[in-house]
């Protein structure tokens, strides 16, 4: 899969990108922010595993094709060492631009790895959250969540 995406600064531009690309209905471009790896999975919010690009792609083209999905970060941390990020956020999901409340709360970790093409995503991990669980986080910093 050739590559035209520019280099990122940082893992934190690499997940802000990641979710403009998610509200912008741009799955070709969420799609580019990750390794060029086979290796590649995301976890979605029901426990679905998805294993390499053309799964991720099938899977965003189909979660954005009625509507964008908006993600609010609520709390975040972050641990990055030698050429690996991850980041454990909590997450308010808006499917729909008309949407203010939640329609669902996920505790994200975003697992970033930095080569010759910059910072790429190589894993995402999301598990549903509560209403409580999330009062809890937010009171609760510098928790890990995964």
């Known amino acids: 899969m ?6 990122f600064d940082s893992a934190e531009d690499i997940v802000e990108a990641f979710r403009e690309a998610m509200k912008l209905r741009d799955a070709d471009g969420a799609l580019r922010l990750w390794l060029d790896e086979d ?14 690009h ?14 964008p999905v908006l993600i609010d970060v609520i709390e975040t941390s972050s641990h990055t060492s030698m050429g690996v990020a991850i980041f454990d956020v909590t997450e ?3 499917f729909g631009d008309d949407r203010i409340e939640a329609d669902l709360y ?12 910059g ?4 894993h995402i991990h999301c598990s549903p959250a509560n209403a409580s669980q999330v009062a809890t986080v937010s009171t609760a910093p510098g928790q890990a969540l995964h």
């Open 106 to 117: 996920v505790h994200t970790t975003y697992v970033l790895m930095q080569n010759h093409e």
């Open 2 to 7: 050739p590559r035209f995406a520019r280099l």
């Open 39 to 52: 290796s590649v999975t995301c976890v979605m919010p029901d426990g679905q595993r998805l294993i390499g």
């Open 92 to 94: 308010a999901l808006r």
């Open 119 to 122: 910072w790429r995503l190589a």
């Open 54 to 67: 053309e799964h991720l792609r099938q899977a965003f083209a189909q979660l954005l094709a009625l509507q």
